[in-house]
């Protein structure tokens, strides 16, 4: 018998019908002689509310109490869940992040999970209880209700499973697997049997959001079996393999991630003198704003164009900064573009394959695409491009690399 957590995300508990099925699944597998630990998000659109109503308050939401706000949804749904499993029979007990004690540090909205006692847990799965635990919560040193970032209750059982040294992290969600890329926007997508670690956390850092970034990470440091799964359907999902076991078949590329979450600035006529990179750049980062890609272009009479991206929540910010910097510097005008979107191919077998470059290329060059910034790693090629092209970029690359009919995997 296996000791197994299973997370159940936002859709699949979006409503008390859907609770109470996700109770008749997690009451069947303990009836198997499973141990079972449960982590819920908040009922879907829930937290999206809470958020809202903050920011009727104030524009800018004080983090302590944003936290203390936003961990209310994952509190209703271990309530209903437990409930729900009483009703049939199942013997179940729910727990905010605080009464296990998922111990974190004190960066309110964003924290990360630091110690988890796994006591209390094991006794009642010891005494036959079912454990629901809420996800994307914790409390710091002092007391403090802390949340782990959007999405973090993937994170919470990663966590909780590599606590308990689980058999396995289920995390059951509103589609059937990892995807060759978002299904909701490739019909053709694929449902990938296996993915790398490594494959897997450049897919959820370039903005596939179906795993949270942390809970790959987390995973992969503590050894944590991990599979994705429909919580409507039933299927084997996609396991996230530490092994590149087929390696001489592995595809070019695996998958294909996006986002909308960037924004660009350009500074240009920038003196061309050493040091000019760390003048305009130096401030971004005092500022607490996270650069991503970075592009310098070689201009006439040894000035230069600067250009980078930052995320679409601090291109404000970094806009002023920006002007500060070219007052001070003597350089050009500030510009900026929060229409852009950013594409990325990424696959393992890209270490051994040559040429990948020059087909995504190629693909978005028959489209019609421009390519504005372009950045690369060994087994991922990212470009920004007009957020306006994004959907068409996705399906003509996901053609390009034949990713619907790759391989033997199968069709899903
Ligand atoms: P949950 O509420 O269960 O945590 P999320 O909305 O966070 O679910 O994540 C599931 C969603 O991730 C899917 O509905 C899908 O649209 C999206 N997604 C993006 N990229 C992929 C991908 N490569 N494979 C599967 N789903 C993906
Ligand atoms: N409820 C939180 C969110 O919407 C955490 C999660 O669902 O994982 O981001
Ligand atoms: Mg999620």
Redesign the pocket.
């Known amino acids: 018998m296996a000791l197994l957590v299973q997370k159940?995300?936002?859709?699949?508990v979006g409503t008390t019908e859907r609770i109470e099925a996700v109770a008749e699944r997690v009451a069947r597998c303990r009836a198997e002689g499973h141990d079972v630990v449960v982590v819920v998000?908040a009922m879907?659109g829930e937290t999206n509310r809470l958020i809202g109503l903050a920011h009727d308050i104030m524009e800018e939401p004080v983090p302590r109490e944003m936290d203390v706000l936003v961990s209310t949804g994952e509190q209703v749904t271990i309530a209903l869940l437990s409930m729900a499993l009483h009703k049939r029979g199942c013997d179940a007990r729910s727990y905010t992040g605080s009464q296990v004690r998922i111990l974190t540090d004190s960066s309110h909205t964003k924290a990360r999970i630091k110690e988890i006692d796994e006591h209390r847990m094991r006794d009642d799965l010891d005494a036959g209880r079912v454990v629901v635990v809420a996800g994307f919560q914790g409390i710091d040193e002092a007391g403090n209700i802390t949340t782990l970032g959007r999405?973090g209750?993937?994170t919470t059982a990663v966590a909780l499973a590599a606590a308990l040294k689980a058999d396995e992290c289920q995390?059951?969600?509103?589609?059937n697997?990892?995807?060759?890329?978002?299904?909701?926007v490739v019909d053709s997508?694929r449902r990938l049997e296996r993915i790398t670690f490594e494959e897997m956390l450049e897919?959820a850092s370039l903005?596939?959001?179906?795993?949270q970034i942390r809970a790959v990470e987390f995973a992969g440091k503590y050894n944590v079996p991990l599979r994705?799964l429909s919580s409507f359907e039933e299927g084997e999902g996609t396991l996230i393999t530490f092994e590149d076991e087929n390696a001489m078949e592995q595809p070019v590329v695996s998958?294909i991630?996006f986002n909308r979450d960037e924004a660009k600035l350009t500074i240009s006529g920038v003196p061309d003198t050493p040091g000019s990179a760390l003048r305009i750049l130096k401030p971004v980062s005092d500022a607490n704003i996270e650069v991503d890609m970075i592009v310098q272009n070689v201009g006439e009479d040894n000035k230069t164009a600067f250009t980078f991206t930052v995320h679409r929540n601090d291109f404000k910010r970094a806009q002023e900064v920006l002007r500060g910097t070219s007052a001070e510097i003597g350089a050009g005008e500030v510009g900026g573009d929060t229409k852009i979107a950013k594409v990325s191919i990424v696959g393992v077998g890209m270490r051994s394959h040559a040429g990948v470059a020059t087909r995504m290329f190629e693909a978005l060059s028959n489209e019609g695409i421009n390519i504005q910034m372009i950045s690369t790693s060994e087994i991922k090629i990212s470009v920004v491009i007009d957020e306006k092209y994004l959907e068409l970029a996705v399906r003509a690359l996901h053609s390009a690399f034949e990713l619907e009919s790759a391989g033997t995997q199968e069709q899903s």
Do not use: E, H
Not at 207 to 211: F, T
């Open positions: 159940f995300g936002g859709t699949s998000s879907s999405g209750s993937d995390i059951y969600t509103d589609v697997g990892v995807y060759t890329t978002d299904p909701r997508a897919m903005g596939s959001k179906v795993l994705v998958g991630a």
